[in-house]
């Protein structure tokens, strides 16, 4: 059993910033992809970043320049570093992994965590 766990989320004045880590812990094996997500009120889950093997790292356009997506691949662990937070990037954020099981890509999300930006 996988488990992807979120963690960092919290309330931060705009201008302020924010790491989030994704751990993921049970049978896994090195990560083939990895994203982060948010959901804010009454909007759809959208794309914030995503790292793809052979391919540029993609970002929205909301937040290139100001986010970073990042891996420590020893430790199964992908980070989104928030830097000059605006209101608008409020929102529950949700991790995304995907690795090869026995042939299969599986994919696997975490619960989320609350990111709050307001003054």
């Known amino acids: 059993q996988v488990q992807v766990v979120e963690s960092g989320g919290g309330s931060v004045q705009p201008g302020g910033s924010l790491r989030l880590s994704c751990a993921a812990s049970?049978?896994?094996?090195?990560?083939?992809?990895m994203g982060w997500y948010r959901q804010a009120p009454g909007k759809q889950r959208e794309l914030v970043a995503r790292m793809e093997p052979g391919r540029d790292i993609d970002y929205a356009d909301a937040v290139k320049g100001r986010f970073t997506i990042s891996r420590d691949g020893a430790k199964n662990v992908v980070y989104l570093q928030m830097n000059s937070l605006k209101p608008e990037d409020t929102a529950v954020y949700y991790c995304n992994v995907r690795f090869y099981s026995r042939g299969s890509l599986g994919d696997y999300w975490g619960q989320g965590t609350q990111v709050t930006v307001s003054s």
């Open positions: 049970g049978r896994i094996f090195p990560f083939n992809d």
